[in-house]
């Protein structure tokens, strides 16, 4: 944390410029701590400061979604569920002046919000002599499946092993990290990573991998499909394991191809995932939410 800043324990009007505060649609299940604590804190400055909210997710939750929207009285569908989500959000912020969220397609699929993709410095990030190995970093527990992806995933990491003899490694589960730096020598040490996602809006992890130099293999979901191109600077798959486990198996086995197209994704990394671009549209935003309600 920088210097200049101080942890607080509660609340002083008149204090503060802005609050941002942070949402995902598990906010909208109330008894969630999660949601208790943004709804708390939200009470508290809603109407004495500009806010803006970060909706780190999308309306994808059919696991839990589509029987609250049935009570609701909505249609026992995943699409029904979504709009449900929908129309929860909208009231669970009511009062914020922005919604930030984290691609192009959360943004149409909640229907609001403007839209800043996460900014990395590529110094940050370290493109090693890369270990043929297969790696993903997704979280093994939460939102569900239609979000993570986590059937697809097991699925692969099955095929991968009988089909092609290729052992498949989670990170946070088969791999322990130490530290900020282990983690990081890990990912840039790593020849192919794997993103299995579905609903989840431009996966962080994904962006280190590329920016890492990794050769990268994910679905197309999410804006994906409008940065990588298959076979250049990274592979799109389908939401089928045959299709993932071979084209991860086919670079595992072609060292200096996957080398290439995952040098032509770190390229596509830092002009997309820009932090000087990254940080011009937040300060922009500050400004524009502050200096209306200043007005």
């Known amino acids: 944390m920088s210097e200049h800043l101080n942890w607080v324990t ?11 505060l942070h949402v995902d649609q598990q906010c909208l299940l109330e008894n969630l701590g999660k949601s208790k604590v943004f ?10 400061v500009p806010v803006i909210v970060i909706n780190h997710g999308t309306p994808v939750y059919p696991e839990m979604f589509i029987q609250l929207a049935q009570m609701d009285g909505y249609r026992v569908t995943e699409e029904a569920a979504e709009e449900w989500a929908r129309v929860k959000m909208r009231k669970l912020l009511d009062g914020v002046d922005e919604m930030v969220v984290n691609s192009h397609e959360a943004q149409k699929m909640w229907g609001w919000g403007q839209t800043i993709i996460h900014g990395l410095d590529p110094n940050e990030w370290w493109d090693l002599r890369k270990e043929p190995r297969v790696v993903t970093f997704i979280s093994p527990a939460g ?21 092609y003899g290729v ?16 983690y990081r020598t890990f990912i840039g040490k790593s020849l192919v990573y794997f993103n299995p996602t579905i609903g989840s809006p431009m996966p962080r992890s994904r962006s280190e991998a590329m920016m890492s130099g990794c050769c990268v293999v ?12 298959d076979g250049v600077n990274g592979f799109l ?10 084209k991860i198996a086919d ?10 197209i ?29 200096s209306k309600n200043i007005c």
């Open 10 to 20: 509660h609340f002083e009007e008149g204090k503060y410029d802005l609050a941002i």
């Open 39 to 48: 709804r708390q804190v939200y009470s508290v400055v809603k109407g004495k």
């Open 143 to 163: 939102i569900g499946d239609k979000y993570y992806g986590r059937r697809l995933f097991s699925d692969t990491r099955v095929l991968l092993k009988e089909e």
């Open 167 to 182: 052992e498949s490694l989670w990170i946070g589960q088969d791999v322990f990290i130490r530290d900020w730096d282990d």
């Open 218 to 229: 994910t679905t197309p979901y999410q804006d994906a499909d409008t940065f990588i191109q």
């Open 237 to 246: 798959c389908k939401n089928n394991p045959e299709d993932a486990a071979k």
């Open 251 to 260: 670079m595992i086995f072609n060292y200096q191809e996957a080398i290439k």
């Open 262 to 290: 995952g040098k032509k994704g770190r390229e596509t990394a830092i002009k997309l995932f820009n932090k000087e671009r990254y940080q011009r549209e937040w300060l922009e935003l500050i400004s524009k939410v502050t």
